[in-house]
């Protein structure tokens, strides 16, 4: 299975591709979609639009996981990066990829075990887990790979309980 994992902004869009074989996960790219501060808003929504069109077929994931938004502080931020998770989703829709969100809490828990973990424990585990020689930089794009392997380890254990027809 191929998973895109995406820590949504305006300024910058962390991606993370990962294939998964059983256990094994194995990072194919990772990076990150930057826009400029002085353009117009609409102008960096369509370059983020883009850009994760172009990403999204040249990698054709099984499953595109997005952060969730949460904000505690500045509201304006919070609409302008929930404008940008939506050119996100739209490109995703567009290109019949199927849409998967998770919380930072369940990003953490699913990483590091433990929900209130710091950023810095989560950019280890990512670095440990995926055998990668440093921390991703940004920090936008530990978060990402972050999420693939949160929506990684949610989709084994959900086909797990599919073959035991727990789930429906």
Same mark, same amino acid.
């Given at each position: 299975?191929?998973?895109?994992?995406? #820590?949504?902004?305006?300024?910058?869009?962390?991606?993370?591709?990962?294939?998964?074989?059983?256990?094994?996960?194995?990072?194919?790219?990772?990076?990150?979609?930057?826009?400029?501060? #002085?353009?117009?808003?609409?102008?960096?929504? +369509?370059?983020?639009?883009?850009?994760?069109? *172009?990403?999204?077929?040249?990698?054709?994931?099984?499953?595109?996981?997005?952060?969730?938004?949460?904000?505690?502080?500045?509201?304006?931020?919070?609409?302008?990066?929930?404008?940008?998770?939506?050119?996100?989703?739209?490109?995703?829709?567009?290109?019949?990829?199927?849409?998967?969100?998770?919380?930072?809490?369940q990003v *953490?828990?699913?990483?590091?075990?433990?929900?209130?973990?710091?950023?810095?424990?989560?950019?280890?585990?990512v670095k440990?887990?995926?055998?990668?020689? #440093?921390?991703? *930089?940004?920090?936008?794009?530990?978060?990402?790979?972050?999420?693939?392997?949160?929506?990684?380890?949610?989709?084994?254990?959900?086909? +797990?309980?599919? +073959?035991?027809?727990?789930?429906?």
């Amino acid at each position: 299975m191929r998973v895109m994992g995406i #820590d949504p902004g305006i300024a910058i869009v962390g991606f993370g591709v990962l294939d998964q074989r059983g256990n094994l996960l194995k990072p194919i790219e990772y990076g990150s979609i930057q826009t400029e501060a #002085d353009l117009q808003t609409a102008t960096r929504l +369509k370059q983020i639009y883009d850009a994760m069109t *172009k990403l999204l077929a040249e990698h054709r994931p099984d499953v595109v996981a997005i952060e969730k938004l949460f904000f505690n502080r500045n509201v304006t931020t919070a609409f302008t990066v929930g404008q940008a998770r939506g050119v996100i989703m739209l490109a995703a829709e567009e290109a019949g990829i199927p849409i998967t969100e998770y919380t930072p809490l369940q990003v *953490k828990m699913s990483v590091v075990g433990y929900g209130q973990a710091e950023k810095r424990q989560v950019q280890e585990m990512v670095k440990m887990l995926l055998r990668l020689p #440093d921390i991703p *930089k940004p920090d936008d794009v530990a978060d990402a790979l972050a999420i693939a392997i949160c929506e990684a380890h949610s989709s084994t254990v959900i086909h +797990k309980l599919n +073959k035991r027809g727990t789930m429906r």
